[in-house]
DNA sequence: GTGAAGGGCCAC
DNA sequence: AAACGTGGCCCTTCAC
């Protein structure tokens, strides 16, 4: 394919070529960099194709300096001269297609300053039509082969961009990637709209700007109060490790004559084989919740317990974390995959921010720096909620509008009593049973964790479905539908595919617990998403930043004074996209303004 | 040495 | 024999 590309590298060139794209209604858009994260790197090319013309804009041009991307970035965004860029780049008039848009978008928005604003990013677009299923990469020669049956070559990716002079071949690169994008996305789309998948797509595009924002805002963490956790836990680990080490080495005879022989404490197989020689009636697994019954009469098992505690603790967050903090901001900037899990959740890696231990020790070390304030914010069972508005059944809708606790409502309604004569058992029951038929709970599994027989538990559970016989039915529907359709949607459309082995018994069952907690889990994940979008447009322009996110919780970091206003703009976001969702059950948010990202 | 797999455990 | 859903990280073990 012959590519028709200019390189502009001057305020009047730049004029010109923006005048040129600005009334089409998609441009491809593309980055190029000389590093992956915006606060290490050079923003060096900015590509803009209507698919015939492309303009490949070099920034060197239009920077005093290279001394140090901070600086570039300083001198790009004060440059009147990019103005004409920067409106096109903002104007949600004119959609940029982009492939994995949140990369090229957090560039712009850090060495430009400005947003990207109509945004299509054929990445989401590829993994929403896959919906988890098959083999198929989503790079976007992957795409390029995919959709068009075309080679897209891909080794400049990775050439030096940050050269005085970028050869000819460096060029051409930059400006097919860009030039091809129109052409992806009208393939792309057509499956889009041939799988009913407009409306989640149009959620995903939206959000991508609001986690390129997350994403460069990043969170503070006092470095000082995780050291002094830190030093806490490494304490407690290494006395414990010394004392399990003592309590194994008993049951070995000749320890006390040449040392106790050093087990490793963090090999199951070691621990296991050595809590076997001192008569411990080990179950098929050493976790915690089958070692615990076990440790009252054991008190090795008891300081295995106690020692994993501290291991984990020291481990996965302890110094390791430290090494995220961005030297440049001081804030940990986490890595959001938008689409994290085929139910639409996020996923979040280095760090995952979603994964820090509830307890207040931690959470209090992520704090509002000075002067700021952090709004916290989470939906109140929002799962369970959306249980209620998709099976539309009438006795579990009224327990969420009675306003009383829910797990007690219910526990009421299953057990035939009085809400205030629930006893403290069947409200735990309830609870049980509520999170659990979220999942596909099962009888063996249900008796397993209450301590009731099967045939108990068997009861229990007809009595709770018979309590709420439209959720009955439709978690049913579901179970039944699987198995013709192999998919499962949420209320945005978004789409589950499951390749079940249907002559395997179990194989079938796990793809009809998946189908009935899909819609639930990704209805929840796209009420996040719309949430985010609103938030996004209600603070920008205050100084209001989004710093985490954790499936139905919302973090915003924001001057004190303006504490009183972000409270609202979140707590209307989120409860208007949530009933944008849920339209028969009130949707409750609990939000508060602290110091700490604690309770 | 590197990487995949599996156990274990943190979050929702 | 039948394990309630979604992730990521750390560790050991084992294959290459």
Same mark, same amino acid.
């Given at each position: 394919m012959e590519i028709f590309f200019q390189l502009v590298n001057d305020a009047e060139g730049l004029r010109k070529a923006c005048d040129d794209l600005k009334d089409a209604p998609m441009l491809g858009f593309d980055v190029e960099t000389t590093e992956l994260d915006p606060y290490r790197g050079y923003l060096r090319l900015v590509q803009l194709s209507d698919g015939r013309e492309t303009k490949v804009i070099d920034l060197k041009a239009f920077s $005093? %300096?290279? !001394?140090t991307p901070a600086e570039q970035a300083r001198d790009l965004r004060a440059n009147a001269d990019l103005a004409p860029l920067r409106d096109l780049l903002a104007s949600p008039k004119v959609t940029k297609i982009a492939h994995n848009a949140k990369f090229d978008t957090k560039w712009v928005r850090h060495h430009l300053g400005c947003e990207v604003g109509g945004i299509y990013d054929t990445y989401l677009a590829s993994v929403l039509i896959s919906a988890g299923e098959g083999e198929r990469r989503h790079g976007l020669a992957d795409l390029v082969q995919f959709f068009l049956g075309r080679t897209l070559d891909k080794t400049e990716q990775v050439s030096d961009w940050a050269a005085a002079e970028l050869s000819a071949s460096q060029i051409e690169y930059a400006a097919k990637d860009a030039a091809i994008m129109p052409e992806v996305r009208a393939k792309v789309h057509e499956r889009i709209v041939a799988d009913g998948l407009e409306r989640v797509l149009q959620l995903e595009n939206e959000c991508v700007m609001p986690i390129a924002d997350m994403e460069l805002n990043g969170f503070y963490l006092d470095t000082e109060r995780w050291r002094e956790q830190l030093a806490k836990v490494t304490k407690i680990q290494d006395r414990t490790a010394s004392e399990l080490q003592n309590l194994l080495a008993a %049951?070995? /005879?000749?320890a006390s004559l040449f040392g106790a022989p050093q +087990? $490793?404490?963090?090999s199951q197989a070691q621990v296991s084989a050595a809590l076997v020689n001192l008569g411990v009636p080990m179950p #098929?697994?050493?976790r915690a919740w089958e070692l615990q019954p076990l440790a009252e009469q054991y008190p090795v098992v008891a300081k295995l317990l106690e020692y994993r505690g501290a291991a984990k603790a020291s481990s996965s *967050? %302890?110094? $390791? +974390?430290? #090494? *995220? +903090? #961005?030297? /440049?901001? %001081? !804030?940990i900037h986490a890595d959001f995959r938008q689409i994290g899990a085929p139910t639409g959740r996020f996923a979040c890696s280095k760090p995952n921010l979603q994964q820090i231990p509830h307890e207040e020790e931690y959470r209090r070390c992520f704090r509002a720096p000075d002067g700021r304030r952090l709004i916290i914010a989470d939906y109140s069972q929002i799962e369970l909620r959306i249980l209620a508005d998709i099976s539309q059944d009438a006795n579990f809708i009224a327990a969420f509008e009675s306003g009383q606790d829910f797990h007690s409502a219910t526990a009421a309604q299953v057990f035939g009593v009085k809400a205030e004569e629930v006893t403290p058992d069947q409200r735990s029951f309830a609870k049980r049973l509520n999170f659990g038929v979220v999942y596909g709970l099962g009888a063996s599994r249900f008796a397993m964790m209450t301590g009731i027989t099967k045939t108990e538990a068997e009861n229990t559970l007809r009595r709770y479905f018979a309590t709420y016989p439209k959720m009955d039915e439709w978690l049913r529907t579901q179970s039944k539908n699987v198995l013709t359709e192999r998919s499962a949607r949420t209320v945005s459309g978004r789409m589950a595919r499951m390749n079940f082995d249907a002559s395997d018994r179990s194989s079938i069952g796990a793809a009809q617990r998946y189908a009935k907690n899909m819609p639930i889990q990704g209805t929840s994940a796209d009420i996040l998403k719309r949430a985010l979008t609103l938030l996004h447009s209600s603070i920008r322009d205050t100084n209001a930043k989004l710093v985490n996110i954790v499936h139905d919780e919302i973090v915003v970091e924001c001057d004190a004074n303006e504490t009183e206003q972000t409270i609202e703009k979140l707590q209307n976001a989120m409860q208007k996209a949530g009933s944008e969702f849920v339209t028969r059950v009130p949707i409750k948010v609990d939000i508060h303004a602290a110091d700490e990202w604690t309770k």
């Open positions: $005093n %300096g290279w !001394r %049951g070995v /005879a000749q +087990i $490793n404490l963090d #098929e697994t050493t *967050f %302890g110094e $390791n +974390i430290l #090494e *995220f +903090i #961005e030297p /440049a901001t %001081g !804030r």
